[in-house]
């Protein structure tokens, strides 16, 4: 995977909620209700189950942005300078 060494996507199923973390290795991980998987062409597609979510600040160090992503939109992990991805409640 091309960005394998960058970024570890991981999704739990919890009871009927569903729960998503999004890690990188230099800025921790944050936690969510939603999902995330990868695509064998390495896009990064997140389902925020019925809201929005966004990425960039509140709460992740000095990230001076917030990038809206609708649902099902696509995060390409070399495309964005992300520092963490949150949803908000």
């Known amino acids: 995977m091309k960005f394998g060494a960058a970024l570890a996507i991981t999704a739990a199923l919890t009871g009927q909620a569903t729960a998503a973390r999004f890690c990188s290795p230099r800025n921790g991980c944050k936690h969510g209700p939603g999902k995330i998987t990868i695509q064998p062409d390495d896009e990064y597609i997140?389902?925020?189950?019925?809201?929005?979510?966004?990425?960039?600040?509140?709460?992740?160090?000095s990230s001076k942005f917030a990038?809206?992503?609708?649902?099902?939109?696509?995060?390409?992990?070399?495309?964005?300078?992300?520092?963490?991805l949150y949803i908000p409640k």
């Open 46 to 61: 997140w389902d925020a189950d019925g809201g929005r979510g966004y990425l960039g600040n509140p709460g992740c160090d």
């Open 67 to 84: 990038l809206q992503l609708p649902l099902e939109d696509d995060v390409r992990g070399g495309k964005f300078p992300w520092r963490c």
